[in-house]
Structure formats: structure tokens, C-alpha cells
């Protein structure tokens, strides 16, 4: 099965990382993609450059088994949109079963997005529980083991269980504006990128 984790990334963090390594590693992925969006539908787009994002993604995976960075999204124009991705996955992978990760705020938000019944079709969800959300609502297609994933392309609801790690992009952006350190919410590689670029300050 593959994985994929949208985000902005900016920046990564151990929030990201910690809960997608227990995922790849509770269902067993082949391959987990990380992919950086753009142009947000929901948000402004990021003052970072794609540039830096990626630079910071690299350094945080680098060695990492089997976690890669997929492009598409930034190579594609306009909004960022998941089920774009997802189409052009599908074509990629065939029927191979596609886990879109997502935090368990993403998935409050998920009926939102653009198209959703499409992408629940093209990937199964794999929610990630964040500490201070509110348990999901009830919803069909869901699934209590990760064994039903196996059998379908797509169109299960897994809420997995993971560290709860309360890191976001937005505290460590604000601890930095407010020069304090970050240090021990992200890898260092990526801090340290982030203090040569000067980002967020
Ligand atoms: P920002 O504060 O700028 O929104 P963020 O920390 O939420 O940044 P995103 O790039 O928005 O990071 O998130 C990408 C994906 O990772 C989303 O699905 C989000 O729910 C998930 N995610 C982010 N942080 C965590 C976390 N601490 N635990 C679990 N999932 C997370
Ligand atoms: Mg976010």
C-alpha cells in the first residue's frame, strides 16, 4: 500500500513525522509520500518558498526508509487540490491500495474540501489523532483494524491510533518570530536550515 501526507509544510515538524512513521509502520506501507501543496485551497500561500519547504522536507527524511517527496503538487499550477493528485496517482499505481494520512483536524474539515466522495473512492483515509481535537462524528466506512485496507483501493475511514504530539507548524513559527527556540519540536537539520535562511523571523 502507499501513503501519502499533504501539508504546507512550513515547517515540518515531529508532529508530522512521529505520527506518519507509526502509520507507515502499523499497516505496513511500501512507501510513504510526502507532498507539499502549493497553493492551499483554504489558506494563503506559504511565505516560505517551494524551494525552502523542499530543502527543509529533504532534511528531515533524509535516511529515512522509504518516506519520499512527490513534486506534483508543486509542480502543477493553480490551487492544490487532493483529488488531482489522487487521479494522477491512481494512474500511477493502478489498483494498488492508496492511505491519504491526515490529521484529525484535516478530517474535520475534510467534507470542505473539493470533492470529497472522489477522494474517499480513489484512497482510503488514515486519521492521526491531535491532541486537543475533539473525536471525530460518526461516519460510514469505517474500519477498526487495517486489514479491510488491503482488500480495496480505496473508500475505508481508519482512525489509528498515534503519539499525540501537540507541535504545529504555527507555535514554531511564532516561537521563532518571538526569538525563542524551537529546538526538540523539529529535527535539527531543519532548524538549522531554518536559522541559515533566516525563515520566520
Ligand atoms: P499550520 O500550523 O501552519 O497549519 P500544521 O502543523 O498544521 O501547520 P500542516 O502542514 O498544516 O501542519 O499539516 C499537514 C498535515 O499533517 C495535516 O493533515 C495535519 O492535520 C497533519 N498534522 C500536522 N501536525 C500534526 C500533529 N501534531 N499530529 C498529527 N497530525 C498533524
Ligand atoms: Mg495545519
Redesign the pocket.
Known sequence: MLGI??????P?????L???LEVQQALGLEEVRLI??RD?PH?NR?QTTDTQRLSMLQAAIKGLPGFRIDRQELERKGKSYTVETLRALRKEVGGKPICL???????GQFHTWHKPGEILQLAHLIV????GDSISPATDNIVESAEPLTTTAGGYILFQP?T??????????ALIRNNLSPRYLLPDEVLAFIQTQKLYQ
Open positions: 501526507l499533504g501539508g504546507t509544510f512550513d515540518i515538524h515531529f508532529g508530522h512521529r505520527p506518519a507539499p501543496l492551499p489558506r506559504p494520512l491526515m490529521g484529525s483536524d484535516a478530517f492521526m489523532q491531535r491532541p498515534v499525540q504530539l501537540d507541535i504545529s507548524s504555527t507555535s514554531i513559527r
